[in-house]
């Protein structure tokens, strides 16, 4: 079982930036930020494959970047360009097997999630 711990969230203005941490206790193959707005489903913001390659919804791109930490075992979203839609409750997900779907942002292929932290832009 894997733990991740997500830290960094908090109210920024327009246009701010902020960065996200999530530590994770164990081993993982893919993982990714999800973020769920007031009122919409959970939605794939930005996912890392094993191998480092990562994958952004159109949304964040050019605004969002994912990185990870190989010796920390964290992975991070830093996201610049911050407007108020990007109001949402983002969580980090992983799971320890290759899944194409998990790639394409299909959450139902993540096992194991954070609690979430909150970000507010105003």
């Known amino acids: 079982h894997v733990q991740l711990v997500e830290s960094g969230g908090g109210s920024v203005q327009n246009g701010g930036s902020l960065r996200l941490s999530c530590a994770a206790s164990?081993?993982?193959?893919?993982t990714a930020w999800f973020r769920r707005r007031p009122q919409r489903v959970r939605e794939a913001m930005a996912r890392?494959?094993?191998?480092?390659?990562?994958t952004y919804d159109d949304s964040v791109q050019g605004r969002f970047t994912i990185s990870r930490d190989i010796a920390k075992n964290t992975l991070y979203l830093q996201m610049s360009g911050l407007k108020s839609e990007d109001t949402a409750t983002y969580y980090c997900?992983?799971?320890?097997?290759?899944?194409?779907?998990?790639?394409?942002?299909?959450?139902?292929?993540?096992?194991?999630w954070g609690q979430g932290t909150q970000v507010t832009v105003s």
């Open positions: 997900a992983a799971n320890d097997y290759w899944s194409d779907d998990a790639m394409r942002g299909d959450e139902f292929e993540y096992k194991y």
């Open positions: 164990g081993s993982t193959v893919t």
């Open positions: 890392m494959s094993v191998d480092g390659v990562p």
